[in-house]
T-cell receptor
Framework: GDSVTQMEGPVTLSEEAFLTINCTYT??????LFWYVQYPGEGLQLLLK?????DKGSNKGFEATYRKETTSFHLEKGSVQVSDSAVYFC?????????????FGSGTQLTVLP | NAGVTQTPKFQVLKTGQSMTLQCAQD?????MYWYRQDPGMGLRLIYY???????DKGEVPNGYNVSRLNKREFSLRLESAAPSQTSVYFC????????????FGDGTRLSIL
């Protein structure tokens, strides 16, 4: 079945540092790929997405590129802020099927220190 | 504001008690989902409903039942709660066929003593 493997955390960075959170996936066909963010005490919010190979999703300074050849969707940000402290989830949705259920990675806790 | 509403936000139960977690969405979405979130394991799908009147098992359905009451509401029931069901439960919905992502509620924190 489909699976998502995320870089284990927690990750602690200083403000303005460069961030990379690795994500690789196993799936048949061409799934859609997502990064969700969860702030303390809240539900998940979509951060960015990519629906086909070589697509780059971007939002709030975060970027991720859908790499079919390496089955990866790594999250990057050039300069993190304290407000970026949250849990980040990589997820995929299958390319076929009516229900579009998501398969999630285990999540990466990010803490940004001032 | 439009979105996914979950009730209650917090609940403590004793082993063997039953309860129903409620979820409602007002975005006219056709598919709805229940996930549980446990430390180090991400979110795992319990049950989903691709459309009104249909439900299907996800990855971890044991110990749970669901009801898709109408297009808006999708409830999750624990018939006899066990400590292993202590978790944070999230409901989500999506308009299948659209290019939009799943929308999540704020979660229900459930503790089973």
């Amino acid at each position: 079945g489909d699976s998502v493997t995320q870089m284990e955390g927690p990750v602690t960075l200083s403000e303005e540092a460069f961030l990379t959170i690795n994500c690789t996936y196993t799936a048949t066909g061409y799934p859609s790929l997502f990064w969700y963010v969860q702030y303390p005490g809240e539900g998940l919010q979509l951060l960015l997405k990519a629906t086909k190979a070589d697509d780059k999703g971007s939002n709030k300074g975060f970027e991720a590129t859908y790499r079919k050849e390496t089955t990866s969707f790594h999250l990057e940000k050039g300069s993190v802020q304290v407000s970026d402290s949250a849990v980040y989830f990589c997820a995929l949705s299958p390319s076929s099927g009516s229900a579009r259920q998501l398969t999630f990675g285990s999540g990466t806790q990010l803490t940004v220190l001032p | 504001n439009a979105g996914v509403t979950q009730t209650p936000k917090f609940q403590v139960l004793k082993t063997g008690q039953s309860m129903t977690l409620q979820c409602a969405q007002d975005m006219n979405h056709n598919s709805m989902y229940w996930y549980r979130q446990d430390p180090g394991m991400g979110l795992r799908l319990i049950y989903y409903s691709a459309s009104e009147g249909t439900t299907d098992k996800g990855e971890v359905p044991n110990g749970y039942n669901v009801s898709r009451l109408n297009k808006r509401e999708f409830s999750l029931r624990l018939e006899s709660a066990a400590p292993s069901q202590t978790s944070v439960y999230f409901c989500a919905s999506i308009l299948t066929g659209s290019n939009q992502p799943q929308h999540f509620g704020d979660g229900t924190r459930l503790s089973i003593l």
